[in-house]
């Protein structure tokens, strides 16, 4: 192919692909100082605008001329905004790659321009299937991988590598005839807050009162699951593992904070969203910070997420129709506020309960059905 001449024209009446120019130069030289974009590509460290020069001049003609790389400058709103590619491509299968600058992130064009690319590996390139990459943690792109229909997720321990160093890489990849749509949910963390209680997304910020929490005496007691002890690194992969949950229709996690301080008091949890057999109901867990006990802070919590799981999808919320919740036979602060949000007893499952000794307790079992919560009184606080 010749270059720009034979560059097609991609565009979805938002966002246009065109071929890249010179005076793209200034512009990608510019994003290419973005911390984020440093982070999570290949491009080097530091970006000199000679970089930029021989991406645009050198790498990507050669790509287009030698068939074995498609790349095109994204436009919006009469302005560039990113890059986004196609490589390889023998045997019908090859990869996708982009990126956007800072101005236009959170808008859906990335996730615009990649099903352009993707659309024209099927219907032009005639491949059979479209692989995605990213660094583990690289969330922006993997919701935009999720948002175009990429699906079969794997992690990949040191599949990656940026700059001389080796790191954990997610895969997926969409098939010719796949919707380019989400598979599944990825479930948002809006924010909720009533009665001096703020529910909001954890953040790695939150890791050093997540671990004090966590090392409490009583949640170490009740929350056998934990590891003890219960170090600085848990309470990081923690933060992170819930936010995969998120990622993957399993869970919906809030950090319980002070309105005013934002500091973290404890965290509550909707879990099993995913269950294939009864994909209307969830499980409330939560745990809180010593700081946080008597002040009715998990009560008013847990209140703020019943309200949410109950809320049609079409609305915002979780669409459930029944949430359960358990607490050990003896932990009476946890019944006292299934009790007080409008949960019902509904049964004992005997010695189901693992305490770190080597016994075990009665596990009791709570549910609230959304037509209970939509016509019983408002709950009482404790």
């Known amino acids: 192919m010749r270059f720009p001449e034979d560059v097609p024209v991609l565009t979805d009446g938002v966002v246009t692909l065109r071929a890249h120019s010179a005076d793209d130069i200034d512009t990608v030289f510019e994003m290419c100082q973005d911390p984020v974009m440093q982070r999570w590509t290949t491009i080097p460290v530091p970006y000199l605008r000679e970089h930029a020069v021989g991406f645009l001049t050198e790498q990507i003609p050669a790509g287009w001329r030698e068939n074995t790389g498609w790349s095109w400058a994204i436009e919006y709103d009469g302005a560039y905004a990113g890059t986004v590619g196609l490589h390889d491509g023998e045997g019908g299968v090859g990869e996708i790659g982009f990126a956007v600058g800072p101005a236009v992130r959170g808008q859906g064009v990335m996730t615009r321009a990649a099903r352009l690319a993707v659309r024209y590996a099927f219907d032009e390139l005639d491949w059979t299937r479209v692989i995605w990459r990213a660094f583990v943690g690289n969330w922006a792109s993997r919701r935009v991988a999720w948002k175009t229909g990429f699906r079969d997720l794997v992690t990949i321990p040191d599949g990656g590598r940026a700059r001389g160093v080796r790191e954990d890489e997610w895969v997926a990849s969409v098939s010719r005839g796949d919707e380019l749509e989400p598979q599944g949910n990825w479930w948002t963390v809006p924010v909720l807050e009533d009665g001096g209680v703020r529910l909001r997304r954890l953040r790695e910020t939150d890791a050093r009162r997540v671990q004090e929490a966590c090392s409490d005496e009583r949640t170490q007691y009740w929350l056998t699951g934990m590891p003890s002890p219960y170090e600085l690194s848990d309470a990081e992969k923690f933060i992170a593992g819930e936010t995969a949950g998120q990622a993957s229709g399993r869970v919906v996690s809030w950090a319980i904070a002070d309105a005013v301080s934002d500091e973290l008091l404890g965290n509550v949890s ?21 700081d946080a006990r008597g002040r009715k802070v998990m009560t008013t919590a847990v209140r703020l997420v019943i309200a949410h799981a109950f809320t049609p999808i079409a609305d915002g919320g979780l669409g459930r129709r029944r949430l359960v919740l358990h607490a050990a036979d003896g932990n009476t602060a946890s019944a006292h506020v299934a009790e007080a949000t409008g949960f019902t007893l509904v049964g004992t499952e005997r010695l189901a309960s693992p305490r770190r000794d080597g016994t075990h307790n009665n596990l009791l079992t709570f549910d609230l059905l959304q037509t209970d919560h939509a016509t019983d009184p408002p709950a009482k606080t404790i």
């Open 270 to 290: 909707i879990f099993d969203l995913d269950n294939r057999f009864d994909p209307t109901s969830g499980e409330i867990g939560y745990w809180a910070h010593p």
